[in-house]
C-alpha cells in the first residue's frame, strides 16, 4: 500500500472505481481502498440498464446523456468488454393514463436534446412481438442501453491500475484524519494512508464516512428486489420497461407511506440470454434479504406484459440496497467545511448509468479542470439548512 498518495477514494463499486480511473488517467497519484471486493456491494446487485428516458428532464436528464455519450467509447477505452449494447429502450404504456404520462415525458425530454419517439400498438408490437397483445403503445427511446455492471467496475478498476492508481481491496477504513479544516490522513485496518484529499464514494454506506469527518450525509438505502431467469434465445430487444415503473421510482410525497414497497416491471436481455427483471423500491434500512411478496410481484407484472416469460425457469432473485438522497439526484462536490472532502453519492439506481460522467466530473473538480459552479445542482451545500 502506498503510505502517501493525493487522493483516497472510498468504495470500489462503479462509481469509486470510475472516479478512479479517471483520476489516475490524469496521472493523479490515487488509492482506492474498498472493504471488500470490487462491485461487491450496490453494484452487484443492479440491473444492467443505461436508460436515458427514465430520467426526469433537468440535471439529471442532462447528466445522464452526458454519461451515454461517454458510455460510446468506453469499451475500447477502457480496453475491455463490458457487454455494452445499444438498442435501445421501450416504456410501455396499457392504459390511455400511461400513454398520456410516458407522451408528456416524451415532451419535456425533447426539450434537454433527448428524442423520444411515441409509438402506437401496431409500431410497437413490430419491435417487441414479445409484447401482450392488449399494450395500446409505447415511448422508444433509441438511445438506451444495456451494460454488464460487474465487467463495468472490475474494467473500470483495471483501467485505473494501469494508469498507476493503487487499488486496495479487503481493506476498511477506521477513520479519517483531519485538523484545522485540512484532511491529513485515512487509517485502515491494513495501515494509514497519508493524503489531503478523500473522495467519498462509498454508496449507501457514505453517511458512515461522512461521520468520520463529523459531517451528516443525507443518504438512506433504499431496496431493491430483482431476479434473473434461465437463458433463452432472443426474446427482448433492448430495454422494456412498464409505465408504471416510472411511479414505482417517484420519491414518497404527501401521505404516502415511505416504506411501503412499490414495483415496476424492467426486463433486459443479457447476452449470455438470461432475462435481468426488476424492480421493487423500498425504504428498508440495511436488510438485503430477497421476499416472497416482491419476486411475486416483479413475476407477475413482467408475465402480464411478456407472457413467454411465464414458462422460464427463474435461475435467481436477489436484492441491493441503492443510495438514496432525499430529493432524488446524486450529491456531488466537495464539503463547505471540509474541502479536500468530496463527495460522490446518492445516485440511487441511477449509478450504473451515471458513471463515467461522474468519474468524470470528479476527477476534473480534483484537478481543478472543472469549478463548483457547474455542479451546483449536485451541490452538497443544497441540504445544508
Keep these: 500500500m502506498h503510505t502517501t498518495v493525493d487522493v483516497v477514494v472510498v468504495g470500489g463499486g462503479v462509481i469509486g472505481t470510475s472516479i478512479t480511473y479517471y483520476l489516475a488517467k490524469q496521472g493523479v497519484n490515487v488509492c482506492l481502498v474498498e472493504r471488500n471486493d470490487i462491485a461487491s456491494g450496490t453494484s452487484s446487485a443492479a440491473a444492467n440498464g443505461v436508460a436515458l428516458q427514465t430520467k426526469p428532464p433537468g440535471p439529471k436528464q442532462n447528466l445522464a446523456q452526458a454519461s451515454a455519450r461517454l458510455f460510446r467509447n468506453l469499451s475500447e477505452e477502457l480496453d475491455a468488454d463490458i457487454e455494452l449494447s445499444n438498442e435501445g429502450g421501450m416504456l410501455v404504456a ?15 425530454a425533447a426539450k434537454s436534446g433527448l428524442t423520444i419517439e411515441i409509438l402506437s400498438r401496431k409500431q410497437t408490437l413490430a419491435r417487441q412481438p414479445c409484447l401482450a397483445p392488449h399494450i395500446i403503445g409505447s415511448a422508444y427511446c433509441a438511445a438506451d442501453s444495456t451494460v454488464n455492471p460487474y465487467l463495468l467496475a472490475f474494467a473500470f478498476a483495471r483501467a485505473a491500475k494501469r494508469h498507476g492508481a493503487d487499488v486496495q481491496t479487503f481493506t476498511e477504513v477506521t477513520a479519517i484524519e483531519h485538523q484545522a479544516g485540512q484532511i491529513t490522513a485515512v487509517v485502515t485496518n491494513r495501515g494509514k494512508i497519508l493524503t ?10 457514505s453517511p458512515k464516512v461522512a461521520e468520520m469527518v463529523g459531517l451528516q450525509l443525507p443518504v438512506e438505502p433504499r431496496k431493491g428486489e430483482l431476479f434473473v431467469t434461465e437463458p433463452v434465445p432472443p426474446l427482448v430487444r433492448g430495454i422494456v420497461i412498464s409505465a408504471s415503473y416510472l ?18 416491471a424492467y426486463t433486459a436481455q443479457a447476452r449470455r440470454g438470461n432475462l435481468v427483471i426488476g424492480s421493487t423500491r423500498q425504504f428498508a434500512g440495511y436488510n438485503r434479504s430477497s421476499s416472497f411478496h416482491g419476486i411475486q410481484k416483479l413475476a407477475q407484472l413482467t408475465t402480464t406484459l411478456i407472457p413467454a416469460v411465464g414458462k422460464l ?3 435467481r432473485s436477489y436484492s441491493g440496497l441503492r443510495p438514496a438522497s432525499p430529493d432524488g439526484l446524486p450529491i456531488l462536490g466537495r464539503a463547505a467545511e471540509l474541502p479536500g472532502f468530496v463527495l460522490a453519492a446518492g445516485h440511487e439506481g441511477d449509478g450504473i448509468a451515471l458513471s463515467p460522467i461522474t468519474g468524470q466530473y470528479i476527477a476534473d473538480l480534483i484537478s481543478g479542470q472543472l469549478s463548483e ?3 451546483v445542482p449536485f451541490s452538497p451545500q443544497r441540504f445544508s439548512n
Excluded: Y
Design 313 to 315: 425457469h427463474v435461475l
Design 247 to 264: 411511479l414505482s421510482k417517484a420519491l414518497p410525497a404527501g401521505d404516502a407511506d415511505p416504506r411501503q414497497m412499490t414495483a415496476g
Design 94 to 108: 396499457e392504459t390511455e393514463e400511461q400513454l398520456e404520462l410516458i407522451s408528456d415525458k416524451a415532451q419535456k
Design 373 to 375: 459552479e457547474a455542479l
Design 196 to 205: 489531503d484529499t478523500v473522495v467519498n464514494a462509498a454508496g449507501v454506506w
